[in-house]
T-cell receptor, first 115, second 114 residues
Framework: DTEVTQTPKHLVMGMTNKKSLKCEQHMGHRAMYWYKQKAKKPPELMFVYSYEKLSINESVPSRFSPECPNSSLLNLHLHALQPEDSALYLC??????????????FGEGSRLTVL | DQQVKQNSPSLSVQEGRISILNCDYTNSMFDYFLWYKKYPAEGPTFLISISSIKDKNEDGRFTVFLNKSAKHLSLHIVPSQPGDSAVYFCAAIPLSGSARQLTFGSGTQLTVLP
């Protein structure tokens, strides 16, 4: 199994809603990532989990709250988002959190629209 | 300041011909480079990589060339196929870096015309 699975594929939410994005991998990877990608822009790193612990938070607003329940799962909890948060949210994983060579495996992404 | 630059936002090539995608970088600490391919509504897929100790790496129809003195790398696709139409991102990692430090370029949309 060489897949990173993300659900839902599409999500539309209002600014007062609470929703979650989910990510799952069964490759035994010990690092998992959340990226945000706007149209025609490169992916921007949001969070990194290493061995289920949050190791990097790239100054992301608190309306985004990551959670790593176990080594295979990564969630992104969303609350009180703004329309400008509309984007493709990509989950990725890599075998090693550090010292690796960057072969990230990406999921298909969750397309988020905030109304 | 963009440390990894893909100056051509788009490229069109006839099927069967060569596609050449270019990438320039400014950070001399980068020593590992990757290309990712992205179809619409999908996440990026790792394509091919090259370490700074090499100047060429080949995998089937895909070859990446690295010119360290010019801080330039290129991806060659030969022969190009319509299924290669996608956005291609160049990415770089510094010496002793981790996947966290992956820096992406802005991408080039490749269209292969049948």
């Amino acid at each position: 199994d060489t897949e990173v699975t993300q659900t839902p594929k599409h999500l539309v939410m209002g600014m007062t809603n609470k929703k979650s994005l989910k990510c799952e991998q069964h490759m035994g990877h010990r690092a998992m990532y959340w990226y945000k990608q706007k149209a025609k822009k490169p992916p921007e790193l949001m969070f990194v989990y290493s061995y289920e612990k949050l190791s990097i938070n790239e100054s992301v607003p608190s309306r985004f709250s990551p959670e790593c329940p176990n080594s295979s799962l990564l969630n992104l909890h969303l609350h009180a988002l703004q329309p400008e948060d509309s984007a493709l949210y990509l989950c990725a994983s890599s075998l090693h959190p550090g010292g690796g060579y960057g072969e990230l495996f990406f999921g298909e992404g969750s397309r988020l629209t905030v109304l | 300041d963009q440390q990894v630059k893909q100056n051509s936002p788009s490229l069109s090539v006839q099927e069967g011909r060569i596609s050449i995608l270019n990438c320039d970088y400014t950070n001399s600490m980068f020593d590992y480079f990757l290309w990712y391919k992205k179809y619409p509504a999908e996440g990026p897929t790792f394509l091919i990589s090259i370490s700074s100790i090499k100047d060429k790496n080949e995998d089937g129809r895909f070859t990446v060339f690295l010119n360290k003195s010019a801080k330039h790398l290129s991806l060659h696709i030969v022969p190009s196929q319509p299924g290669d139409s996608a956005v291609y991102f160049c990415a770089a990692i510094p010496l002793s870096g981790s996947a966290r430090q992956l820096t992406f370029g802005s991408g080039t949309q490749l269209t292969v015309l049948p």
